[in-house]
């Protein structure tokens, strides 16, 4: 099997073991599953939701959709990068730089909520991930596989990144109730 054909085989295998694994995470926590499948609002209060969003650039970047992990500044970027990769590249260092601040002020006030047994399965679980998003952004990159391979690897860093920041989100929204 040509190496190009491995690394497709391997993407799809890691691609299926996370979609697993956000399964499992899904079901586990019934505040995510929530999330994940908003219900509709009335268009009275959609508009006025949209009309807030656009006046606050802050809560624009911090008030993503439950189906978009992203930033509207990152997909703006990402849009005008119109498919250089030096330019992608630089969009997502930037939405990762916005991710980690965020969830590393996250992390700090969920684990001071939470009791002393919880606190230390909270930080063994964002250790264990760490890990796994670091190996799992290796196992991505390709060396042959030209300019897409740190591309797709960085982007699943990202994706991950994301997905952490969006878990702790609201795991503090639960703490707080």
Do not use: I
Not at 138 to 161: H, I, K, R, V
Request: hydrophobic share 45%; net charge negative; charged share 20%.
């Amino acid at each position: 099997m040509s190496s190009a054909r491995r690394s497709f085989a391997t993407f799809f295998a890691n691609l299926a073991a996370f979609s697993a694994l956000c399964a499992v995470l899904l079901v586990a926590h019934p505040a995510l599953a929530a999330e994940a499948a908003p219900q509709a609002a009335p268009p009275a209060q959609q508009d006025a939701s949209a009309a807030a969003a656009a006046d606050s650039p802050d809560q624009q970047d911090s008030a993503l959709p439950a189906e978009n992990l992203f930033s509207q500044t990152y997909q703006a970027c990402m849009d005008e990068a119109a498919g250089v990769t030096t330019g992608m590249q630089d969009c997502m260092s930037a939405e990762q730089e916005r991710l980690e601040t965020r969830l590393n002020a996250q992390r700090a006030r969920v684990a001071a909520t939470l009791n002393p047994e919880r606190a230390k399965a909270f930080n063994d679980a964002l250790s264990a991930w760490d890990t796994l998003r670091k190996s799992g952004s290796l196992a991505m990159f390709d060396p042959n596989g030209g300019t897409l391979s740190p591309l797709m690897a960085s982007l699943w860093y990202l994706e991950q990144t994301a997905r952490m920041t969006r878990w702790v989100d609201v795991l503090q929204e639960s703490a707080e109730q």
